[in-house]
């Protein structure tokens, strides 16, 4: 779920968008934080870039780790104290312990989810995405998350745009350059849900990382991932949230949000995180 510079037509789809080809001579994001997270679906390329971008970021890793518990203390939430039965998980990546079904379905068995990738790789591991709680049921759709007609036509077989639906976009808005405005993405996708939705983002942090560090993690990724990443601030990460109130404690690292104990590692990490209620 990845950008290749392909810019949306007005419709909101991405008519230029093509999936990346699977190559294993360079690094994917999506194996990349495979391998960050102690999977095993990835290659030998996404292991030395990670290996040579530690040099530069010894954080990496726990940024991954924070983003993984993030999700899992979201949608939590969601499940238990908003009472969100329906999910839309856009920029899924590759299956792993603690998936957005697995986490609803365990406090709400009936939840429905809905993920989004167009990654041949995760699209090889859907089938562990749609193993569902019998009373639940989950949904998998291969697309670009620019083409937002094709996501919420795809997803309407499932989820009830009627009732409430929380979008999750975790670590991948920031492979969404400027060019092709994220956040008019994720306005459509808001417009289509009604008041009491909720929209999660984590997002890598521009204004978390020395000025040093953040050329290197760039160059980085231009001379050796297939896509690249536009890392932004505080600021720039609370627009996409416009049009909703900010459930406490608002914006924050990804550690502070609602951190459970044992976890203080994780507000080291490089990331922005959080969770609005549209209005």
């Not at 499932?158 to 008019?184: K, N, Q, W």
Request: proline share 4%.
């Amino acid at each position: 779920m990845t950008s290749d510079g392909a810019a949306a037509t007005e419709d909101g789809t991405a008519g230029k968008t093509r999936p990346l080809p699977f190559d294993t001579s360079r690094a994917h994001q999506a194996r990349v934080y495979d391998y960050l997270l102690g999977g095993k679906d990835n290659y030998a390329a996404d292991r030395a870039f990670v290996e040579e971008l530690v040099k530069v970021w010894p954080g990496v890793a726990v940024s991954a780790r924070a983003n993984r518990a993030f999700l899992g203390r979201a949608v939590r939430f969601l499940a238990a104290e908003a009472g969100v039965r329906q999910f839309l998980d856009i920029g899924t990546g590759i299956p792993a312990a603690g998936n957005t079904h697995e986490v609803a379905q365990a406090v709400a068995p009936e939840s429905r989810v809905v993920y989004v990738d167009y990654d041949p790789v995760v699209l090889a591991h859907a089938r562990a995405l749609l193993d569902s709680s019998e009373a639940g049921a989950t949904e998998y759709i291969d697309a670009d998350l620019r083409d937002t007609g094709k996501i919420l036509a795809g997803a309407a077989g499932l989820l009830d745009f009627a009732e409430p639906v929380a979008i999750t976009m975790l670590f991948v808005l920031h492979a969404v350059p400027d060019a092709d405005d994220p956040y008019a993405i994720v306005g459509r996708l808001l417009d289509a849900v009604p008041s009491g939705s909720y929209l999660v983002v984590s997002h890598g942090a521009s204004d978390l990382l020395d000025g040093e560090t953040t050329r290197a993690v760039a160059d980085s990724w231009i001379s050796s991932a297939q896509q690249q990443v536009t890392g932004r601030s505080r600021e720039q990460v609370a627009r996409f949230f416009t049009g909703t109130d900010l459930v406490e404690p608002g914006l924050v690292t990804l550690g502070d949000w609602r951190p459970e104990r044992g976890a203080a590692g994780e507000r080291k990490a490089a990331a922005w995180g959080g969770v609005g209620r549209k209005r």
